[in-house]
Structure formats: C-alpha cells, structure tokens
C-alpha cells in the first residue's frame, strides 16, 4: 500500500476535494482494471475521455480519482484531486508509485523517425556482450536484462514503463535503451523520467495522422532534449536538415554523428556489401555485419553512445563488429536456387527509399529486383502515393498488398497507392490485395540471383483485418514458399 499523498510528489494540483492522507493500493487509467482501494487517473484519448468513467471507477473500489475537472457528482468518502494535466499526473505518480526507479540505473531514449529499434536493440546488444546488465523497451520486445516480455507500444503508458523500470533496478540492471516516440512524448508518458542521455536519429514524413503538421511532429521530437538534465548527452545526426534544430535549446552536452558532415563522431564507408560494411570510425577501420548506408548512421550512433557511457574506443569497435541484425530490419535469407528475400519493417517513404537504395547500390544489376509493400489502415494516408511512388521507381517489378489494413478496405488503400505511380512505371506494378499471395507470386516471378523485398511489418507476426490479429510471419512465410517452389 501507498499513501496517495507521497504519489502525488510533483504533481502540478490545482484543487482537492477529500484527504490526500489515505492509504491505496495501486492505480490506472483503465476503469476496467479498478479495484478496492485503487487510484482512478481520468485520461482524455483521441477515442474516448476518461472522465466519463469516474463513476464506473468507482463502483468497482476506487477511493481516490485523478482528474482535470471535477465531475458534477461527487461522491461521498472519495478523495477527488484536480490537476493541470492528467497525462502529465500519471507519468509522476508512476515514477512515485514505483520508487523513482530511473534514478537508479541509466537510461538512454532514442528518438526520430527511422532506427529507434535497430539503436536500441543493438546498444542491449552491445552491452550484454561487455558483461553488463541490461534491459530494453522497444517496438519488438521488452528485454528485463534476459528475461523477455511482449512490446505492445513503441513507448508503453507511464505505469507500464516505471513497472518495468523497478523490476530491471530490482535485478541489478545498470543500463537501459529506450525507443521514445512522437505519440509518447506528446502524451507525457516520459516526462517523469530521468534520462542520462538522448540520441536522435532523423525526421521524415510520419505519423502525419496524428499530428496535423509536419513543424508540430518535430518540434514534440525536440521537446525531448529539451527537458534532458544538463548532466545528460544529447547525440544528434547533423546529416539530417533537424540534427541542429534537435540540440538548440538543449541543457544536455551537445554531440554530434555524421557521414558527410564534420561531426564528433563521423564515419565513412569503405565497403557495402550483402555480407556487411567496412566502416572507418573517428580514424578506426571496423568491419560490421549489417548491411547498408542507414545502418551506418546507426552503428555510428551506437558508438558515440558506448563512448559516452564510458567505454573504451578500441572495445567499443571490437563489440560492433560481433553484433547481429535485429529482427525484421534488413532480415535475408538466400534459397537452395539463389534468390535473395528480404524482410524489412521499412513503412515510411524514407525508410522505404533508403533500403531500395541500399538494395540497388548493392547489386548488380544483372538481376531482378522484386518489391512487396502495401501501406497500414488507419495510418496517414498522405504516404501511400509516395510510398508507391518510391517501390515502383526503385525496383524492376512492384507488388501493391496488404499491410495491416485495421478498419479500412485494403482495395481502397492500394487505390490510393497506385495514384503516386508515374505513368513510365505502370507496366512493372501488380496488385495482389491477398499479402500471402502476393509473397507467392514474388516467389513464382523470381529467377536465381533475383532479390525480392517485403517491406512493411518485419518483426511483426500478425495481420490487423477489422479488429482481429491474424497469425502473419514475413519471413516464414517466404521461406517456406522458396523452399517448396525450389525443391
């Protein structure tokens, strides 16, 4: 048990109705999962308001409610507290509840559009090579040192995160990497928490179905560094037009990472090919499994990183070069007839053109290159054409599918996509709304030594038609078609 008034260390209160001085048992924002003796944050979503389920809350053992406003009837014997900001209140009272466990180990958050994973997953990666303890919360997975729980969020709810937190201080872990998204800062879910240092990696179209412009997607980007402690690291890519824009109003020590630019860590590619880079870092040559220009940026990333948390440079090169890819980002496998697959996550057009190009500036050209992609429902809707655009332009033959559809009609999303093909293009798309289809006659079409792409879901092991997940797998599912169609 915790007595409210402890959690509520921080909290910009405007009014209280009732003691604060009671003792509750825990607390959420999902009037469904209240008990007795609980804490009710009333949350305003994008879907529904909080607000309308105090009374629910309360029915089922709430003792104390969260909230921006009170509600017209208050009940007797339940403490109300009104606050400034309700998201902004769960994210304190969870560091509260938790016992403030980022203070207790350092935490590291990733920010940008494209390789928040890849950084992430690789920086856990890294630092369990060296010895440590480690623990990640990511798009794919959330990692408690090497136990290994579900991801269901880029950044999950503040409750959820300081949960996690605690049982990584509890199990003596001294490092944690963290994906922080646009959706998770502009909701507060990180704003009660201590970061020893930010890293950001680019800013491309994205996300545009939540924020209504592009200057308000960057400029919630910035407010992270804006809030580091001065004691923190800010690393930003300055190749990207928003590196600068990223560190301006920063307290943290400035750091900077480039290819093209002067930077404090830069890096050139001496070779790319489909069996790793050969980097020069800071003067250091270091040959590295991962495979293309954008990986390049990430590992350079990674460095700067383990450089500032107090590694030595030359043991810093020798882990990057053991380190293995992450699921669904430039995943491959070659069948017993030579055609190359490739799964990657890869759903905006900067993410798509990058690994095309990647592709393209790799292969011969002696052979084929086959793209599989299809744009979510329910997403921005703004991308699809370019998204198009960018497979039909870059590769020999395009396969328009589905990716995800949710609540929409995926005949009408691949209609959207088709408008951004140009005319010259026409002759070299396809489209095969049925995605396990779509993987087959990629197969079908391929010759040996032809490369087939499927962008779009990676890691991801479902397809989300009309509410329900359906058991989907990429990479399993070419797989096994290449091995039955070149038996």
Same mark, same amino acid.
């Given at each position: 048990?915790?007595?409210?008034?402890?959690?509520?260390?921080?909290?910009?209160?405007?009014?209280?109705?009732?003691?604060?001085?009671?003792?509750?048992?825990?607390?959420?924002? %999902?009037? *469904?999962?209240?008990?007795?003796?609980?804490?009710?944050?009333?949350?305003?979503?994008?879907?529904?308001?909080?607000?309308?389920?105090?009374?629910?809350?309360?029915?089922?053992?709430?003792?104390? /409610?969260? &909230?921006? !406003?009170?509600?017209?009837?208050?009940?007797?014997?339940?403490?109300?507290?009104?606050?400034?900001?309700?998201?902004?209140?769960?994210?304190?009272?969870?560091?509260?509840?938790?016992?403030?466990?980022?203070?207790?180990?350092?935490? /590291?958050?990733?920010?940008?559009?494209?390789?928040?994973? @890849? #950084?992430?997953?690789?920086?856990?990666?890294?630092?369990?090579?060296?010895?440590?303890?480690?623990?990640?919360?990511?798009?794919?997975? #959330?990692?408690?040192?090497?136990?290994?729980? +579900?991801? !269901?969020?880029?950044?999950?709810?503040?409750?959820?995160?300081?949960?996690?937190?605690?049982?990584?201080?509890?199990?003596?872990?001294?490092? &944690?990497?963290?994906?922080?998204?646009?959706?998770?800062?502009?909701?507060? *879910?990180?704003?009660?928490?201590?970061?020893?240092?930010?890293?950001?990696?680019?800013?491309?179209?994205?996300?545009?179905?939540?924020?209504?412009?592009?200057?308000?997607? *960057?400029?919630?980007? +910035?407010?992270?560094?804006?809030?580091?402690?001065?004691?923190?690291?800010?690393?930003?890519?300055?190749?990207?037009?928003?590196?600068?824009?990223?560190?301006?109003?920063?307290?943290?020590? $400035?750091?900077?990472?480039?290819?093209?630019?002067?930077?404090?860590?830069?890096?050139?590619?001496?070779?790319?090919?489909?069996?790793?880079?050969?980097?020069? #870092?800071?003067?250091?040559? /270091?040959?590295?499994?991962?495979?293309? @220009?954008?990986?390049?940026?990430?590992?350079?990333?990674?460095?700067?990183?383990?450089?500032?948390?107090?590694?030595?440079?030359?043991?810093?090169?020798?882990?990057?070069?053991?380190?293995?890819?992450?699921?669904?980002?430039?995943?491959?496998?070659?069948?017993?007839?030579?055609? @190359?697959?490739?799964?990657?996550?890869?759903?905006?057009?900067?993410?798509?053109?990058?690994?095309?190009?990647?592709?393209?500036?790799?292969?011969?050209?002696?052979?084929?290159?086959?793209?599989?992609?299809?744009?979510?429902?329910?997403?921005?809707?703004?991308?699809?054409?370019?998204?198009?655009?960018?497979?039909?332009?870059?590769?020999?033959?395009?396969?328009?599918?589905?990716?995800?559809? *949710?609540?929409?009609?995926?005949?009408?999303?691949?209609?959207?996509?088709?408008?951004?093909?140009?005319?010259?293009?026409?002759?070299?798309?396809?489209?095969?709304? %049925?995605?396990?289809?779509?993987? +087959?006659?990629?197969?079908?079409?391929?010759?040996?030594?032809? #490369?087939?792409?499927?962008?779009?879901?990676?890691?991801?092991?479902?397809?989300?038609?009309?509410?329900?997940?359906?058991?989907?797998?990429?990479?399993?599912? /070419? $797989?096994?078609?290449?091995?039955?169609?070149? $038996?």
């Amino acid at each position: 048990m915790s007595i409210l008034k402890d959690i509520l260390y921080k909290v910009a209160i405007e009014a209280v109705k009732g003691s604060t001085d009671i003792a509750v048992n825990k607390m959420d924002f %999902d009037s *469904r999962k209240i008990e007795s003796n609980d804490v009710f944050i009333a949350i305003r979503g994008s879907i529904s308001d909080g607000h309308d389920f105090i009374e629910k809350a309360i029915e089922q053992g709430a003792v104390a /409610v969260i &909230c921006d !406003t009170f509600p017209e009837n208050i009940a007797k014997g339940i403490t109300y507290v009104q606050v400034k900001d309700t998201n902004s209140a769960l994210a304190f009272m969870a560091a509260n509840y938790f016992g403030d466990p980022s203070q207790n180990l350092k935490l /590291v958050g990733i920010t940008g559009t494209n390789g928040k994973t @890849t #950084i992430a997953s690789l920086l856990y990666q890294l630092f369990k090579k060296a010895g440590f303890k480690v623990g990640l919360l990511s798009t794919v997975k #959330i990692l408690v040192d090497d136990v290994e729980y +579900k991801a !269901t969020h880029t950044t999950p709810d503040s409750i959820t995160i300081n949960h996690y937190l605690n049982e990584m201080v509890e199990n003596g872990v001294e490092y &944690c990497f963290m994906e922080v998204s646009s959706h998770g800062i502009h909701q507060k *879910r990180t704003e009660a928490l201590h970061f020893v240092g930010g890293i950001f990696t680019n800013l491309s179209h994205d996300h545009l179905d939540y924020h209504p412009t592009f200057a308000e997607y *960057r400029d919630v980007k +910035k407010s992270f560094f804006d809030n580091l402690p001065k004691t923190a690291f800010a690393l930003s890519n300055i190749d990207d037009k928003n590196g600068q824009v990223m560190l301006q109003n920063t307290a943290a020590k $400035k750091l900077t990472y480039a290819l093209k630019s002067y930077a404090d860590y830069k890096a050139q590619i001496l070779e790319n090919q489909l069996s790793g880079l050969l980097l020069k #870092i800071n003067g250091n040559e /270091v040959w590295v499994k991962l495979i293309g @220009t954008f990986n390049a940026y990430n590992l350079l990333a990674i460095y700067g990183t383990a450089i500032e948390l107090g590694m030595e440079s030359l043991e810093v090169l020798r882990l990057l070069s053991d380190l293995e890819s992450v699921s669904g980002r430039f995943q491959f496998i070659v069948s017993a007839s030579n055609i @190359t697959a490739i799964v990657d996550y890869a759903h905006t057009p900067d993410a798509l053109e990058n690994v095309l190009k990647t592709i393209n500036d790799i292969r011969t050209k002696n052979e084929q290159l086959i793209t599989v992609v299809g744009c979510g429902g329910n997403r921005d809707k703004t991308k699809r054409p370019i998204m198009a655009g960018i497979a039909s332009d870059l590769s020999d033959k395009t396969i328009f599918t589905s990716d995800n559809p *949710r609540n929409e009609d995926p005949e009408v999303i691949i209609a959207e996509m088709e408008l951004g093909v140009a005319p010259q293009n026409y002759k070299k798309t396809l489209t095969i709304t %049925d995605r396990k289809q779509a993987i +087959k006659t990629a197969c079908q079409l391929a010759q040996p030594n032809d #490369i087939i792409l499927i962008a779009g879901k990676g890691h991801e092991t479902y397809q989300e038609i009309n509410g329900i997940r359906h058991d989907f797998d990429d990479m399993k599912i /070419v $797989k096994e078609i290449l091995d039955q169609l070149h $038996k």
